[in-house]
C-alpha cells in the first residue's frame, strides 16, 4: 500500500528554535493534513491544505505556525519558535477524497528542551 | 463541540481472549464513525468504519456498529492474536477534519 513518509523520525530543538518537519505525501493525493498528540493527550486536528492552500485551521495552530507545499511533493510544518508544549508527535496525512481516508505517515517526535 | 471518548487503558489480554474497546461520541448530526490503528513505529491506518446509523465495519476480525441510540462505536474482536497488539484510536468525521480520542493501548500476550 502507498505509504506518507515523515522525515525526520525524532527531532530535539532549544526552545525558541524554528524546526521544519517534512512529509512526503501519496503522490495523487489531493488533501494534506497534520495533527499532533501531547503525550497522554488526544490526536489533535491542525490544519488541512487543498489546491495549495489551508481549508480548515484549529486554534492550536496560530502565527507561530506555517505549512507549505513548496514544491508539489514535500508538504512542511514550520514551528517559527518553539515552546515547550509544543513537545508532540506529529502525524502528516493525506487523502485522494478527504476524510474518508485518511492515510497517515508514521510522525514525528518533536521535543523541545 | 464535537468530540470522542474512549476507554482508558492500557488493556492487558491474553492470546484467544475477547477484546472490547469502548467509544462514544459527542456530535451535531450523524457523521461517519472511523477505527485507525497505529502498529509500533508505524502510522495510524484506517481499521474500518460506519457511515451511517446501524452500520457495521469489520476489517481483520474487528467489528464495530454504529449505535445511534447510545452514540457508540464499540470495536470488538472475538480472539485476539500477539500481532494485534498496537494502539487503538476511535474518530468522528467532523468539518473538515477527524476527530479523535485519546486512544487505547492493546497489549495481547502469548
Known amino acids: 500500500e502507498p505509504e506518507v513518509t515523515q522525515t525526520p523520525s525524532h527531532q530535539v530543538t532549544q526552545m525558541g528554535q524554528e524546526v521544519i518537519l517534512r512529509c512526503v505525501p501519496i503522490?495523487?493525493?489531493?488533501?494534506f493534513y497534520w495533527y499532533r498528540q501531547i503525550l497522554g493527550q488526544k490526536v489533535e486536528f491542525l490544519v488541512s491544505?487543498?489546491?495549495?492552500?489551508?481549508?480548515?485551521k484549529s486554534e492550536i495552530f496560530d502565527d507561530q505556525f506555517s505549512v507549505e507545499r513548496p514544491d508539489g511533493s514535500n508538504f512542511t510544518l514550520k514551528i517559527r519558535s518553539t515552546k515547550l508544549e509544543d513537545s508532540a508527535m506529529y502525524f502528516c496525512?493525506?487523502?485522494?477524497?478527504?476524510?474518508?481516508?485518511?492515510?497517515f505517515g508514521s510522525g514525528t517526535q518533536l521535543s523541545v528542551l | 463541540g464535537d468530540s470522542v471518548t474512549q476507554m482508558e487503558g492500557p488493556v492487558t489480554l491474553s492470546e484467544e481472549a475477547f477484546l472490547t474497546i469502548n467509544c462514544t461520541y459527542t456530535?451535531?448530526?450523524?457523521?461517519?464513525l472511523f477505527w485507525y490503528v497505529q502498529y509500533p513505529g508505524e502510522g495510524l491506518q484506517l481499521l474500518l468504519k460506519?457511515?451511517?446509523?446501524?452500520d457495521k465495519g469489520s476489517n481483520k476480525g474487528f467489528e464495530a456498529t454504529y449505535r445511534k441510540e447510545t452514540t457508540s462505536f464499540h470495536l470488538e474482536k472475538g480472539s485476539v492474536q500477539v500481532s494485534d497488539s498496537a494502539v487503538y484510536f476511535c474518530?468522528?468525521?467532523?468539518?473538515?477534519?477527524?476527530?479523535f480520542g485519546k486512544g487505547t493501548k492493546l497489549t495481547v500476550n502469548p
Open positions: 496525512a493525506a487523502s485522494p477524497s478527504g476524510n474518508e481516508k485518511l492515510f
Open positions: 503522490s495523487n493525493h489531493l488533501y
Open positions: 491544505f487543498y489546491n495549495n492552500e489551508i481549508s480548515e
Open positions: 456530535a451535531t448530526g450523524y457523521p461517519s
Open positions: 460506519a457511515t451511517k446509523a446501524d
Open positions: 474518530a468522528l468525521e467532523g468539518s473538515e477534519k477527524l476527530v
